[in-house]
């Protein structure tokens, strides 16, 4: 067996046909309208306008959600899913174009599931077929992982709420419609919390970008303030005070998907390194008949293994809704931990190649932080689990 990308993905158990027929049509359809132009998007910071209407053509921007909205249900899982994050990742981002272009899987749960009939319709058919977009503000300058002490106010004044602060590292800020804010509507703590979804065209908003970063070159993401915003009363989402809840349900999801994008990333990386280590010739013989190559490359299958089983366990679990928190909490720190380990094996066996731009293991290296640190650092992960578990 060759150590490729597909071939280096464990036998999955719970994976029918239809989730194959998905994987091979996403592929054709990345392989065609994402991979020639990756590295150009990259460089310009930018993913085209037409993309999010390509995508909804082939129905990625629906799976998942319900059909009354454009959306596609029937038949769909958190396979079908993960599936997308993996390919994704295959055609050479880990996560920077995703973050874009598919930031409504985390901008749009909250509005599907706690806004009023009249929000949902105004905002769901819209994203899903390409034509609007929205994203999701939790970070703050001041903090991003301590949600329950946000400083973003929204006082109560008759049929609106004033919004006042900030919220920063937003993914898909700068070109988005409409943003699921999480506000402070109360008192100290996460029974003060509330969410809302705010317009980006009320008078009082301002966004600014963050484009000098270390990875995700191509995602948009920036900074979004409110000054004195009034926002309708009806754009609240969930009830008051409860939006502590609504943002702790979407972080499940999301950081399962980070998870299976850095494993992705980490097996892409190893079928880079398995290649190179193939042809490249030192001291008159192939990289790969080094043992210490043949070992690191081992090594990072193994890591992958144990990897690819617990997403494989945590998925099934989230979709039969066992999945435990802090397992998942886990996870996502295994997965970045692999990612890591991979990026870098892959990097010393490449050697100067990897150094270049143009390639994924030199993306992927640089791709490391944001996947470690984004939707819980490896730090809270593990005091979350921790926590869970009752220690």
């Known amino acids: 067996m060759s150590l490729s990308f597909d071939s280096a993905r464990m036998f999955n158990p719970y994976l029918r046909p239809e989730h194959e027929e998905w994987r091979t049509q996403l592929r054709k359809w990345l392989e065609k309208e994402v991979v020639p132009f990756l590295d150009d998007w990259e460089e310009a910071g930018k993913i085209p306008d037409d993309l999010w209407r390509k995508a909804a053509e082939i129905g990625v921007m629906q799976m998942g959600y319900p059909e009354v909205y454009g959306g596609i249900s029937e038949g769909i899982d958190q396979w079908h899913i993960n599936i997308c994050n993996e390919e994704f990742t295959r055609a050479g981002s880990a996560g920077g174009l995703i973050s874009n272009l598919l930031i409504h899987g985390i901008g749009l749960p909250p509005v599907i599931n706690y806004g009023s009939d009249a929000i949902k319709e105004m905002v769901a058919p819209k994203v899903l077929a390409g034509e609007k977009r929205i994203s999701l503000g939790i970070t703050e300058p001041s903090g991003g992982s301590d949600v329950a002490n946000l400083t973003t106010t929204a006082v109560r004044d008759g049929d609106h709420y004033i919004v006042n602060g900030s919220k920063t590292f937003i993914s898909g800020v700068m070109n988005a419609d409409w943003v699921s804010t999480a506000v402070r509507t109360g008192g100290e703590g996460g029974r003060g919390v509330s969410m809302l979804l705010i317009p980006t065209d009320l008078p009082g908003v301002a966004r600014t ?38 943002i702790m349900t979407n972080f499940n999801p999301e950081r399962l998907s980070l998870a299976v994008t850095m494993e992705a990333a980490a097996r892409a990386c190893l079928e880079d390194a398995v290649v190179w280590a ?114």
């Open 278 to 391: 193939q042809q490249r010739k030192t001291f008159g013989k192939r990289l790969a008949d080094h043992q210490v190559i043949r070992h690191k490359i081992a090594t990072m299958k193994q890591k992958l293994n144990a990897t690819q089983a617990y997403l494989q366990y945590l998925t099934q679990a989230y979709i039969d809704g066992r999945c435990d928190p802090g397992d998942l909490a886990m996870a996502k720190v295994q997965a970045s931990e692999t990612m890591e380990y991979c990026a870098r094996e892959a990097s010393q066996i490449l050697g100067g190649a990897s150094y270049l731009r143009g390639n994924r293991v030199e993306r992927f290296y640089r791709e490391v932080r944001v996947n470690a640190i984004g939707g819980g650092s490896e730090e809270i992960m593990r005091d979350l689990a921790a926590r869970q578990y009752q220690l």
């Open 209 to 246: 970008p963050l484009d000098r970063k270390q990875g995700w070159w191509c995602a948009d993401t920036g900074t979004i303030y409110f000054d004195n915003v009034r926002v309708p009363v009806e754009n609240l989402l969930g009830e008051e005070g409860k939006g502590f809840w609504v």
